[in-house]
């Protein structure tokens, strides 16, 4: 069942999650037309690294991984999680499985939590995200559009350049 976007309660949720798409999607977009040159890499990794968190809060709220009750998942978006319809399911799935868990060294949820969030001594003075950006666009951006549709909402940044 398709979530009522428009009632006042989602109404806040939603207007954080269309920020959290238009920088994700924008960022994107930016991020592919981008060519860099000398110190503008400095520009490129600030973009990259932004682009990873949006990452990392999207997956959170499509994955319900906040454990905080002030925390953004599907259900405060009118999806019911008890119930969530089989094509949402299903996206939510692909998504799960290419993030992967916290505590597998190999998973991209790991690399983005060591690499990037947390000052760790995994960290390193540059890291290449490429496989992760190709394993996590395609789910998120799937299940984006998804969502937006079955809400009846207009996307807050067009997918195709």
């Known amino acids: 069942m398709c979530p009522d976007s428009t009632s006042d309660t989602s109404d806040k949720v939603w207007r954080i999650l269309d ?4 920088m994700f999607l924008g960022i994107d977009h930016i991020r592919s ?17 932004s682009s990873l ?17 002030d925390d953004i ?4 978006l009118g999806f019911d999680a008890n119930s ?3 094509i949402l ?34 960290r390193t003075k540059g890291h290449d995200y490429s496989d992760l950006f190709s394993a996590l666009n395609e789910p998120l951006k799937a299940i984006i559009e998804y969502i937006y549709e079955c809400a009846k909402r207009p996307l807050p940044f067009r997918l195709t350049p």
């Open 84 to 86: 969530i319809e089989p």
């Open 19 to 22: 920020y959290e798409v238009q």
């Open 89 to 122: 399911a299903e996206k939510i799935s692909v998504l799960a499985m290419a993030y992967g868990e916290a505590s597998n060294q190999t998973s991209n949820c790991w690399i983005l939590n060591k690499m990037l969030a947390h000052p760790t001594k995994h």
């Open 33 to 49: 037309h981008l060519r860099v040159e000398g110190d503008a890499q400095l520009i490129k990794n600030a973009l990259v690294e």
């Open 73 to 76: 998942n599907l259900g405060q």
């Open 53 to 69: 968190l949006h990452i990392r809060i999207l997956t959170d709220i499509f994955l319900n991984r906040g454990k905080r009750a």
